[in-house]
């Protein structure tokens, strides 16, 4: 059985793609547990040890202490409870620039196909929340892969719902917008930039070569 082709060019998701994150998920400044009320996220944590359920900053920023299986951030964001500074925009897109790649390679390690730039932050936004190995993900790229465009953005709007939450439906709903946005993958639009550059390169040498050729005839002439 041959091995599949895995596309090379290497994507990331664009500012559009975070922004689009940071709506999605929702953003909060102070740490805060994964299981409060949207007011709570706001007011943040006393400390690191008083979370029902997962302590978190940012967009989804897991903040692990000690006693878990990864390493201890408490101390790293020991600013940032409840009556300690809150992270600025800028400090949050920075923060989910260091947990992105960590999504993006459920994508870059099975992608086949030149996709446009909307397509895999739609990709990225679905698995941040879905995970890797979750069926929907998966067919939407297994689609993708195949170039049956619409039908991946189908799979996107009828993915992982997490048991029919009006949020998340919404969100499918604009993930797969988002999908289409950028219009459907073509030679031109993936390949035309450096189509342009390499011919007005040739052009140029031509243009060059053509001058060099003309002023030699001339000085040819002025001998005789």
Known sequence: MAAKKKYTK???MSDKGYEALMKFEGAFGKVYDDLASGDEKRRGMVDCYSARGTPTIGVGHVVYHTGSWHRDECDRFKDYFRDGKTMTKEQMIQLMKEDIPKYEKYIDQDLQVPITQEMYDALVNMVFNTGGYEPSFKRALALTNQKKWKEAAEAIRTGDTKGGLKGVIRRRKEEAEMYLSGGLPDFWSNYGKTILI??????????????????QSKKKKRKR
Not at 198 to 215: E, M, P, R, V, W
């Open 10 to 12: 290497k994507y990331s």
């Open 198 to 215: 390499s011919a007005s390169i040739l052009i140029l040498l031509g243009g060059t070569t053509y001058g060099i050729k003309h002023f």
